[in-house]
């Protein structure tokens, strides 16, 4: 049997290479001449670099930037001198792993630092800007990052304001930056939700980073006040384009103030591991991969939603281990997935399920091998 691994992190419980050790010590117990391929993936979410830096030669560049609430801090990205391109992951200076629970809350936080990264790199030379989505604190559609580079919000008393999912209420003006020149930007992500309406980045996210209900009703109406001054002064409207909701409304953003493409998130690490060519070889007898939470923002795009549709291509079966699965077996079916194999069904408690989630990973990879091994054999 030769199977890949390619889960996501678990958001605040345990990393894609922990999985990927938990799940091939498991397969291997059971069955020592099992094959595993294996790849740190990333949908442009947490672990972007990481993978970027697997996969593509470059260089760690450490700055001083600031974090989602505007306090100092340094970050990483990864600069591929031969190429002169930039590799950036917006969780690095605008992600909610930079705070604590009590900390978050998208009505104060920024994509400034991000934007900081963005102005770097193009210092140093980058014709070409990869920026990974994903994991923000932030629900301030992009504006942050363009204020980094010189984009100016204006309220109604012709004060610059710093953009926040709060401040964006008294927005009244954009200008934009002069003797500026930016290079191509990619927006990798796998998410096709809209900027604003109930499938938008206010009404979708914006709980997990710390908002309340009445908070999500401020950002929305706040996101539509960009949206005006967006299309007033800079003459644009691709507030539904699929993805602009990622990360807040970065997606929007980098689209919007530097003229972006978005890129799938698993098309593209499909192709720069050379997992897109193994899945051509036919050798692959399934796929396995995860994430933390299977619900309904699995279905509107991510890793796992990315790696079926790819699979399906090849007729590779597939696969999902997570920490609790919201979905009903219809749904996860018709998103392309066998089985799905969740943590909550034998922890003992939510809290267990996080302390303990490389144990019980391991005994999933278990109950997994032998439904894999039954369903090859029909």
């Known amino acids: 049997m030769k199977i890949l691994l390619i889960p996501d992190s678990f958001k605040d419980s345990i990393s894609a290479t922990s999985i990927i050790e938990e799940l091939s010590s498991g397969f291997t117990e059971v069955d020592p001449s099992i094959e595993i391929e294996t790849c740190i993936a990333s949908d442009g979410g947490e672990g972007f670099l990481s993978f970027i830096q697997r996969y593509v030669d470059t260089d760690t560049i450490l700055m001083s930037t600031v974090d989602p609430l505007g ?140 908002a309340t209900s009445e908070d999500i009703v401020d950002l929305e109406a706040n996101m539509e006040r960009l949206l005006i001054c967006v299309k007033n ?76 549709q790819k699979a399906k291509g090849y007729a590779i079966p597939v696969y999902a281990i997570c920490g609790i699965n919201q979905l009903e077996s219809e749904e996860t079916e018709k998103m392309g997935l066998k089985h799905v194999f969740s943590i909550m069904e034998i922890a003992q408690s939510k809290k267990d399920s996080f302390i303990n989630a490389p144990l019980y990973i391991k005994e999933l990879s278990k109950k997994l091998y032998k439904v894999i091994k039954k369903e090859l054999k029909h």
Do not use: W
């Open 71 to 210: 306090r100092d801090i340094e970050a990483m990205y990864a600069f591929a001198k031969a190429y002169k391109t930039a590799y950036i992951e917006l969780a690095k200076a605008s992600g909610l792993e930079l705070l604590s629970m009590e900390e978050r809350n998208p009505l104060h936080t920024s994509t400034y630092g991000t934007g900081l990264q963005i102005k770097d790199a193009i210092e140093r030379g980058a014709e070409k800007i990869y920026v990974g989505l994903g994991g923000s604190a932030t629900n301030d559609g992009g504006a942050g990052m363009a204020a980094a580079l010189g984009y100016e919000f204006i309220d109604k008393n012709k004060n610059k304001i710093n953009p926040t999912g709060k401040t964006l209420e008294t927005l009244d003006a954009i200008v934009l930056p002069k003797d500026i020149k930016f290079p191509k930007i990619y927006a990798i992500n796998d998410v096709d939700n809209p900027l604003t309406g109930i499938n938008g980045a206010s009404f979708i996210y914006a709980k997990q980073k710390g």
């Open 233 to 308: 002064d800079l003459g644009k409207n691709n507030f539904l384009q699929p993805g602009a909701g990622a990360a807040g409304g970065s997606g929007f953003g980098l689209t919007t103030f530097f003229n972006a493409d978005f890129i799938s998130g698993v098309s593209f690490l499909t192709e720069i591991s050379g997992i897109e060519s193994l899945m051509a070889t036919k050798e692959l007898d399934c796929i396995i991969t995860g994430e933390g939470s299977i619900d309904t923002q699995t279905m509107n795009g991510k890793l796992v939603k990315g790696i079926t």
